[in-house]
């Protein structure tokens, strides 16, 4: 499966984005849907993962209450909606897939998750 990013671009603190990851494929009821962002010079990030077949979430602290990620199980698409954004959540996000046979707890661990999509840059004015 094929994961494509899309969304980002350039919005005022303050502003919102809308983010969607999009499969070639179907995603399967154990699979997290994850996204993780990385800013210049910096370490990959998690931000948010959801349980593709309950719809369970878990988030950063640092985007708790401002971002919201979801799914849309009829175009096999994940959704992360950014609002409230900051000049700190600047960074080229990508989504990510766990792929497993069985359920299994959330991580935020990048090395965990099995494929990989291209980034969008969101970009975020102060």
């Known amino acids: 499966v094929q994961l494509q990013a899309s969304g980002g671009g350039l919005v005022q603190a303050g502003g919102s984005l809308r983010l969607s990851c999009a499969a070639s494929g179907p995603f399967f009821s154990n699979d997290h849907i994850g996204w993780f962002r990385q800013a210049p010079g910096q370490e990959r990030e998690f931000v948010a993962v959801i349980n593709w077949r309950a719809g369970k979430t878990n988030y950063a602290d640092s985007v708790k209450g401002r971002f919201t990620i979801s799914r849309d199980v009829v175009k096999d698409t994940v959704l992360l909606q950014m609002n409230g954004l900051k000049s700190e959540d600047t960074a080229v996000y990508c989504c990510?897939?766990?792929?497993?046979?069985?359920?299994?707890?959330?991580?935020?661990?990048?090395?965990?998750?099995?494929?990989w999509g291209q980034g969008t840059l969101v970009t975020v004015s102060s």
């Open positions: 990510a897939t766990r792929r497993s046979q069985r359920a299994t707890p959330f991580s935020s661990f990048a090395y965990d998750y099995n494929e």
